[in-house]
């Protein structure tokens, strides 16, 4: 994981484009500036881009009853200061960075994104 910081702000920012480079050690210029304005439309978007690398993301309700594995995944739930949804990098499950230096901590994580391999037995090291 290589942390990279979002450079959009608020309900339109670019906190997942952030952390999906973050996690695959990838530049911000990169990653796509994924859509915000419709959840179908941004997963769509998202998963376009992934599935070169071959993985797609998933999300999942988080529970901090979950035993979430030792790996990198995305922490995605209302922030701290504004409410607004918001992105971060998390390491089981346990956010680790915060594509957004002001931010600070999600006020109530939301979901866990995780990624997934589409076939393991073709996968190759990113």
């Known amino acids: 994981m290589k942390p990279v ?5 608020g309900p339109h920012g670019n906190c997942m484009q952030a ?3 973050s996690i695959l050690e990838l530049s911000l210029d990169d990653v796509p500036d994924f859509p915000t304005d419709d959840g179908d439309k941004q997963m769509g978007a998202v998963n376009a881009f992934l599935r070169p690398y071959g993985i797609i993301l998933i999300h999942v309700t988080y529970s901090n009853k979950a ?3 030792n790996l990198y995944h995305l922490l995605d739930g209302e922030g701290c200061k504004d409410g607004v949804m918001h992105t971060t990098v ?7 960075h915060d594509p957004d230096l002001n931010r600070g901590e999600l006020r109530a994580p939301i979901e866990i994104g995780f990624f997934v391999a589409i076939d393991p037995c073709e996968l190759t090291c990113v």
């Open 67 to 69: 035993k979430i594995p």
């Open 5 to 9: 910081y979002q450079t959009k702000f």
């Open 19 to 21: 952390a999906i480079a």
């Open 90 to 96: 998390a390491f089981a499950g346990k956010t680790v």
